[in-house]
């Protein structure tokens, strides 16, 4: 009964991460019109299990041994999910791209309070990171941009290349989102493998990965496009040059997170790079004034907030 309640609950938060993760993913080729919703999400799930198998046991590591120094309960990794689940839902349900790997961190956290062995020390480091990688994804990206934007007279030749090879642009462009995808799955899987071995499925990662992956591409055909039109088209219209910057600079520093092992929030780091460009495009004042870069930025703060919370009081209901 254990083992079928936690599969329903990843499956579950599986199809909520991807979503999320699809939404930034692919919104360089989506935005710009390269590439339809289904081919997208079919590329997407390819490549998340791509990077799941390859990096990603690195993540399942942290999670499962060093941000909580031990589970004195299996009972445990189904209420991390079920904590994780309902705020990621919610999130999807505003529309709003939120940190599969923050909300993950919160309900793992929440778990740690409850037995008292939250590894604090690696919670400030997974966060100073993500800050920091964060600020660098919108700093890069603008000081990028601005090579770019506004046309003149230094750039016109830079123009007229990629106008002049279009359909080879084209082609990069769905490579470096191939590259996104890659990039969520060395992450953003480990999310849900993780709680599934603290609840005592006895399969290995490498199965885990195989297994849930997969589900990440049907929460994107399900419930992607409301969060996908968030990003690339209400924040600012993207353009092919925008597109390819965004995808290389996020998952790069997305990839360099996983590698050291840290959870950290994929969604962040390229609305951050997305803002950039609107940074270059709208100015630094306006970008900040807009109602979908408010409503994003307090969401980020308050679900894995919530979801601290939320994990912390299943623990203090269920386990005695």
Same mark, same amino acid.
């Given at each position: 009964?254990?083992?079928?309640?936690?599969?329903?609950?990843?499956?579950?938060?599986?199809?909520?991460?991807?979503?999320?993760? &699809?939404?930034?993913?692919?919104?360089?080729?989506?935005?710009?019109?390269?590439?339809?919703?289904?081919?997208?999400? &079919?590329?997407?799930?390819?490549?998340?299990?791509?990077?799941?198998?390859?990096?990603?046991?690195?993540?399942?590591?942290?999670?499962?041994? !060093?941000?909580?120094?031990?589970?004195?309960?299996?009972?445990?990794?189904?209420?991390?999910?079920?904590?994780?689940?309902?705020?990621?839902?919610?999130?999807?349900?505003? !529309?709003?791209?939120?940190?599969?790997?923050?909300?993950?961190?919160?309900?793992?956290?929440?778990?740690?309070?409850? &037995?008292?062995?939250?590894?604090?020390?690696?919670?400030?480091?997974?966060?100073?990171?993500?800050?920091?990688?964060?600020?660098?994804?919108?700093?890069?990206?603008?000081?990028?941009?601005?090579?770019?934007?506004?046309?003149?007279?230094?750039?016109?030749?830079?123009?007229?290349?990629?106008?002049?090879?279009?359909?080879?642009?084209?082609?990069?462009?769905?490579?470096?989102?191939?590259?996104?995808?890659?990039?969520?799955?060395?992450?953003?899987?480990?999310?849900?493998?993780?709680?599934?071995?603290?609840?005592?499925?006895?399969?290995?990662?490498?199965?885990?990965?195989?297994?849930?992956?997969?589900?990440?591409?049907?929460?994107?055909?399900?419930?992607?496009?409301?969060?996908?039109?968030?990003?690339?088209?209400?924040?600012?219209?993207?353009?092919?040059?925008?597109?390819?910057?965004?995808?290389?600079?996020?998952?790069?520093?997305?990839?360099?997170?996983?590698?050291?092992?840290?959870?950290?929030?994929?969604?962040?780091?390229?609305?951050?790079?997305?803002?950039?460009?609107?940074?270059? !495009?709208?100015?630094?004042?306006?970008?900040?004034?807009?109602?979908?870069? !408010?409503?994003?930025?307090?969401?980020?703060?308050?679900?894995?907030?919530?979801?601290?919370?939320?994990?912390?009081?299943?623990?203090?209901?269920?386990?005695?």
């Amino acid at each position: 009964m254990i083992i079928i309640l936690t599969s329903l609950i990843s499956i579950f938060l599986a199809m909520n991460m991807g979503a999320s993760g &699809f939404s930034i993913s692919f919104t360089p080729s989506y935005g710009c019109g390269i590439i339809n919703r289904r081919k997208a999400v &079919f590329l997407y799930t390819l490549f998340v299990l791509l990077g799941a198998i390859l990096i990603g046991p690195r993540v399942v590591e942290t999670l499962t041994v !060093k941000l909580v120094k031990g589970f004195n309960s299996q009972l445990s990794g189904i209420l991390i999910l079920t904590s994780a689940s309902i705020t990621m839902f919610l999130a999807n349900m505003l !529309k709003i791209p939120q940190s599969t790997s923050f909300v993950t961190v919160g309900a793992f956290i929440g778990a740690g309070l409850f &037995f008292g062995n939250a590894n604090y020390f690696k919670l400030v480091e997974i966060f100073v990171v993500a800050v920091i990688f964060s600020l660098l994804a919108f700093i890069v990206t603008y000081l990028v941009m601005k090579n770019f934007y506004p046309p003149k007279e230094k750039n016109f030749r830079i123009y007229e290349k990629f106008v002049a090879n279009n359909r080879l642009v084209k082609k990069f462009i769905l490579w470096t989102d191939c590259y996104s995808a890659f990039a969520v799955g060395t992450n953003n899987v480990a999310n849900v493998v993780a709680p599934v071995i603290i609840a005592g499925v006895s399969l290995s990662s490498l199965w885990l990965f195989l297994l849930f992956a997969p589900f990440f591409g049907v929460g994107a055909l399900l419930f992607g496009k409301g969060l996908i039109n968030t990003v690339s088209k209400e924040i600012i219209p993207l353009g092919e040059i925008s597109a390819m910057v965004i995808s290389i600079v996020t998952s790069s520093f997305v990839i360099v997170a996983s590698i050291l092992g840290l959870p950290t929030p994929y969604v962040q780091f390229s609305t951050f790079a997305v803002l950039g460009v609107s940074a270059i !495009k709208d100015g630094i004042a306006h970008t900040t004034k807009k109602g979908v870069v !408010k409503k994003i930025l307090f969401v980020w703060l308050i679900v894995p907030v919530v979801t601290i919370v939320i994990s912390y009081m299943l623990h203090k209901i269920f386990i005695k």
